[in-house]
């Protein structure tokens, strides 16, 4: 896993349980992913979000932490490219939450097009 960014877990993030509000995890793997997906294209144009496939939460986190967010290509298509998300605690390496998130390469006009990307050792080509 390549690191996409850093979070310091700060008293205002805590849901009623005094946890990480899950809707923080949300935005975090997502920004990520897009950090991933820049560093993957070499730019933050022609591209969008076109689906968030799965957001498990495995271990809660609390005030105080530093959740660490990695980013791996798991699937290369025509078109989309998909990245598998790691949110860990960046002292202990705990694995906290994790989630896949899926990139469409588009045209000026808003349409998918291919974004000319080759097949990476060990990840799949085909399109979904």
């Not at 008293?11 to 990480?20: A, G, K, Q, T, V």
């Not at 950090?35 to 730019?43: D, R, T, Y």
């Not at 969008?48 to 496939?53: F, I, Q, T």
Request: aromatic share 10%; glycine share 10%.
């Amino acid at each position: 896993m390549e690191i996409a960014t850093r979070h310091f877990v700060r008293p205002e993030y805590m849901n009623h349980h005094n946890s990480l509000y899950a809707g923080y995890i949300s935005e975090w793997i997502t920004e990520a992913a897009f950090i991933g997906m820049a560093k993957v294209m070499g730019h933050t144009s022609h591209f969008v979000l076109a689906a968030v496939r799965g957001i498990n939460v495995t271990r809660s986190v609390y005030t105080g932490s530093i959740l660490e967010l990695g980013y791996e290509v798991k699937y290369i298509g025509t078109t989309s490219v998909e990245l598998s998300i790691e949110g860990r605690d960046f002292l202990s390496g705990d694995m906290h939450c994790e989630g896949s998130v899926v990139f469409v390469n588009v045209d000026d006009e808003g349409k998918k097009t291919p974004h000319g990307l080759e097949r990476l050792p060990g990840v799949s080509a085909l399109e979904k």
